[in-house]
């Protein structure tokens, strides 16, 4: 578009970057690669050194991130291994693993309060986390999650939060978007009209 001006680039990764966060301040760029890492970018100063969120696997390529939902004091990412996984922001430390889903995972989505996680997988299923432990700091933190009963007769390939945490979306390989209440779980309306698939 006229008038539009490349800003900064921002390089590193060895693989394809394949999703991409802003901090709730602004400040901070998060990015996930095929090359099984994430990296935090200071978005003001792209010559400074990201810090690095890399898991200690040998076959790290099996466990790349798929996607990534950012909060004040956390981040969280979906995994081809079919793990959602929590690391914070501050220290870069993993904090849990978040297993459920029987393949891999395609999207998350954090509520407002950073306390209720959505994901989306291959398996065709959203479930619901809760975090609320994790972030009010409990050290033993216990995350629930269950699944919501998806009307998707395929792959789930995303999952979006409304700004007051109200409502879910979730899209489909099946070419259905389903708008949930977050709090209920109940599946509220089921919008098809898509040809394609598009993945």
């Known amino acids: 578009m006229k008038g539009q001006t ?42 400074e050194v990201p810090k690095i969120l890399k898991l200690p696997i040998a076959s790290a390529a099996s466990v790349s991130p798929t996607s990534l939902a950012v909060s004040k004091t956390h981040i969280v990412a979906g995994y081809l291994d079919r793990i959602v996984r929590v690391w914070d922001v501050e220290s870069g430390k993993l904090l849990k693993r978040l297993d459920g889903h029987q393949e891999k995972v395609l999207s998350v989505a954090l509520g407002p309060d950073g306390k209720t996680l959505f994901s989306s997988s291959q398996d065709g299923k959203v479930r619901r986390w809760d975090l609320s432990e994790l972030v009010d700091g409990a050290s033993d933190a216990t995350v629930f999650g269950v699944d919501l009963k998806s009307p998707h007769e395929d792959a789930v390939l ?17 070419r259905k978007v389903n708008l949930w209440d977050a709090k209920s779980k109940d599946s509220l309306l089921l919008l098809e009209g898509h ?3 598009g993945a």
Do not use: C, M, P
């Not at 490349?6 to 390089?11: A, E």
């Not at 999703?19 to 890492?37: F, K, V």
């Not at 995303?158 to 099946?174: C, F, N, P, T």
């Open 158 to 174: 995303g999952v979006g939060i409304s700004r007051d945490g109200a409502y879910v979306a979730s899209a489909g390989r099946d």
């Open 195 to 197: 040809k394609t698939s």
């Open 6 to 47: 490349l800003l900064k680039t921002f390089q590193g990764h060895e693989g394809d970057v394949v999703s991409l966060a802003y901090s709730t301040n602004g400040d901070t760029l998060i990015s996930a690669s095929g090359d099984s890492s994430i990296r935090i970018w200071n978005a003001s100063d792209e010559s």
